[in-house]
């Protein structure tokens, strides 16, 4: 099929490579030139596991093109919007600028019957609002919400074998002609067994914040239960396995540690909060309030257990910061704890210098007083505390011998609960966690 994709961020430049692997014809628009320049090199324009890869596999084949001019959209069947919906900067609502801009330019060059899906994670009613705009000036295109559930680094395997496809469609024949499109777009994918609900607009739009609202709830649960650990003298990794074996629980998810953050959760479920308020179902959600609030503890308790292990001299300490990253296989620094923590310890005046495999270029852009250091023995040597806040596979294999010689201090904060702390202490480390004694 004939295919576009509009926004070639982290979401979609791995949708339309991932589109052009499954056999069709996909142009991909982006108003970032740069990230098209590299796009159109064969070269993912950030770090994503296997991406650059299935870029040069399609690239090669001549399925995937790329473009700053909207126009050359002009010949799809079916459009994907991947726009970026940030949180506002006044309040916690999303900031639907950018795909109420895609869905007003793509209107002037929709082919007759096109169909527009929306994939980008948005209010509930939003998806009736553009419908109804877009009947307003072209009734012959159709509209569909394709919520996405991929995982930044596991992004190209979530996109080309995911959980579930969600469409929300309208009533009718318009959503049976929708349906079948998507059906024709994900074909292989149905083919291959992956489960598909077709529901109405705001049922889909509800699917994708549900669910990071499910997710964050975990995370946050279990980060109570650290506090909880914290108070009395328990142990929360401990906690997790005993619960997590109760298959209605789960193990997944329940990591104690530093919290969430990326550009999905934190603004996802800040945005239901603000759009349930709307709707005058505010009580519904009011929770979420409190898990993102458990989210933000976390990272001020990193900050007071560094004070702690640094005795209170944190002016000129040496601080060395595992990880930007907002999570390992990934540079995405947006909303990251790890640098949200690094920033708070340097502002106390610690000269901390920070070390991520990938990431380090966003983290500069976003915090360009810290120290960076490209080299993981090189940041290790002479800090006064360690900090390990992204679990990357590398600092979960860390040698604790080895580490101990390059730094000041043998002492280490396991913010994700990723290190052996048998292994560390029995090297002489002075090791703490977060809800472990
Ligand atoms: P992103 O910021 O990485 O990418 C958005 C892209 O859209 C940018 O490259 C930007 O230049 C481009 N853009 C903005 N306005 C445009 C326009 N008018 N025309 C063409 N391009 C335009 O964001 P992202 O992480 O890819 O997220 C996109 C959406 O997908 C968001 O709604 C997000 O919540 C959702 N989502 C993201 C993920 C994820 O893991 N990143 C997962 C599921 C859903």
Redesign the pocket.
């Known amino acids: 099929m004939q295919i576009s994709v509009?926004?070639?961020?982290?979401?979609?430049a791995v949708h339309a490579a991932s589109m052009a692997k499954l056999g069709h014809d996909v142009v991909g628009?982006?108003?970032?030139a740069d990230?098209v320049d590299a796009l159109a090199a064969g070269k993912a324009p950030f770090f994503e596991p296997g991406l650059d890869e299935l870029l040069t596999e399609v690239t090669g084949t001549g399925r995937l093109t790329v473009s700053t001019d909207l126009a050359d959209v002009a010949a799809a069947q079916v459009h994907f919007v991947?726009?970026?919906?940030p949180q506002r900067t006044d309040g916690q609502a999303a900031d639907l600028t950018?795909v109420d801009?895609?869905f007003s330019?793509l209107v002037e060059h929709l082919a007759h019957g096109a169909v527009v899906v929306g994939?980008?994670?948005v209010p509930v009613g939003t998806a009736q609002r553009l419908a109804d705009q877009m009947a307003a000036a072209r009734p012959d295109a159709l509209l569909a919400w394709n919520p996405?559930?991929?995982?930044?680094g596991f992004a190209v395997q979530d996109t080309l074998r995911p959980d579930r496809l969600v469409y929300g469609v309208a009533d009718g024949a318009a959503g049976e002609r929708a349906t079948a499109a998507l059906d024709g777009v994900y074909a292989a994918l149905l083919a291959d067994g992956v489960p598909r609900i077709v529901a109405d607009y705001p049922t889909a739009e509800l699917v994708k914040v549900a669910a990071n609202s499910f997710l964050a709830t975990k995370i946050s649960f279990i980060n109570a239960m650290a506090e909880l650990c914290e108070a009395a003298g328990g142990d929360v990794a401990r906690l997790a396995d005993a619960i997590g074996y109760d298959a209605r629980i789960g193990r997944r998810f329940l990591n104690a540690g530093l919290g969430f953050g990326g550009?999905?959760l934190p603004k996802?479920i800040r945005a239901f909060r603000a759009r349930a308020e709307e709707l005058g179902a505010g009580d519904a959600v009011a929770f979420l309030g409190e898990v993102d609030a458990i989210n933000t503890r976390r990272r001020a308790r990193m900050v007071d257990l560094a004070v702690e292990v640094l005795g209170g001299m944190v002016e000129s300490a040496e601080v060395t910061v595992l990880g930007a990253a907002f999570k390992p296989d990934s540079d995405d620094v947006r909303d990251s704890p790890a640098l949200d923590v690094a920033a708070r310890l340097a502002e106390l005046g610690a000269v901390v210098t920070v070390h991520d495999p990938q990431a380090i270029d966003n983290a500069r852009a976003k915090q360009p007083h810290l120290h960076y250091e490209r080299d993981l023995e090189a940041a290790l040597a002479g800090a006064d505390a360690l900090l390990v806040l992204t679990e990357w596979e590398q600092y979960r294999e860390l040698d604790p011998e080895r580490a101990g010689t390059l730094v000041a201090q043998r002492t280490v904060l396991d913010g994700r609960n990723a290190l052996s702390r048998s292994a560390w202490t029995a090297a002489g480390w002075q090791y703490r966690a977060l809800g472990r004694r």
Do not use: N
């Open positions: 509009i926004g070639l961020g982290y979401l979609g628009v982006d108003v970032d990230r991947c726009v970026g919906t950018a801009a895609a330019d994939k980008s994670t996405e559930f991929l995982r930044e550009g999905c996802d």
